[in-house]
């Protein structure tokens, strides 16, 4: 089963922009961490945040986690059309590091 | 980084054949590897856990005599879609975790699809 939700399932914006996407979960987890997935292909891991911090970046990513509120963001600032694909957060389901899935945002930046 | 590899990228077969998907881990040990399913624009589905040496652990729902899992080695899982039907017709991902050093991230094969006909 998933354990995240995210909002919005689709984001359309313009290059230049900034893109912003939620994600919220049940349970208590060790870490949440991000990933980018082209049509049809792979993922790609962006960032983790553990437990104990409230915000990371890396990049024109910025990731904040709420722990309390069981939520975390992704900011993609100055957005390119690059940019476009779906974006899953994951949280760990256990210490074996299974992960469970949000269920996506996908994001389309036009030029 | 950690690569991970899976092969083929993409299969065809027909409906009551058995497909065998690889995922090796190219530069590191990995003891365990993971199995997701993904239909077109949704999520990863989390199928089972493969640890090396050991048997897959499936999660609920997911038939493990359909979806034979092996990892006989630090690098190599596989899995065999047994009799697939075109209901099995997916994208399926595999990752592996790594040891000391790695524990935290998990390193995403390309994916394989399967189309059955």
């Known amino acids: 089963s998933q354990q995240g939700e995210e909002d919005p399932q689709a984001l359309s914006i313009q290059e230049g922009e900034n893109a912003t996407m939620n994600c919220s979960y049940k349970t208590s987890i060790n870490n949440l961490q991000w990933y980018r997935q082209n049509s049809g292909r792979g993922l790609v891991h962006l960032i983790l945040i553990r437990s104990n911090e409230r915000e990371k970046h890396s990049g024109r990513l910025r990731v904040t986690l709420d722990t309390s509120k069981k939520s975390s963001s992704l900011l993609i600032t100055a957005s390119r059309a690059a940019d476009t694909a779906s974006y899953f957060c994951a949280t760990d389901a256990d210490s074996w590091g299974k992960l469970q899935f949000g269920a996506g945002t996908q994001v389309v930046v036009t030029p | 980084g950690a690569v991970v590899s899976q092969h083929p990228s993409w299969v065809i077969c027909k409906s009551g054949t058995s497909v065998k998907i690889e995922c090796r881990s190219l530069?590191?040990?990995?003891?365990?590897m993971f199995w997701y399913r993904q239909f077109p624009k949704q999520s990863l589905m989390l199928m089972a856990t493969s640890n090396e040496g050991s048997k897959a652990t499936y999660e609920q729902g997911v038939e493990k005599d359909k979806f034979l899992i092996n990892h006989a080695s630090l690098t190599l899982s596989t899995l065999t879609v047994t009799s697939a039907h075109p209901e099995d017709s997916s994208f399926y991902i595999c990752?592996?975790?790594?040891?000391?050093?790695?524990?935290?991230?998990?390193?995403f094969g390309p994916g394989t699809r399967l189309t059955v006909l």
């Open positions: 990752s592996a975790h790594g040891t000391s050093g790695l524990t935290d991230t998990q390193y």
């Open positions: 530069d590191f040990q990995a003891t365990t």
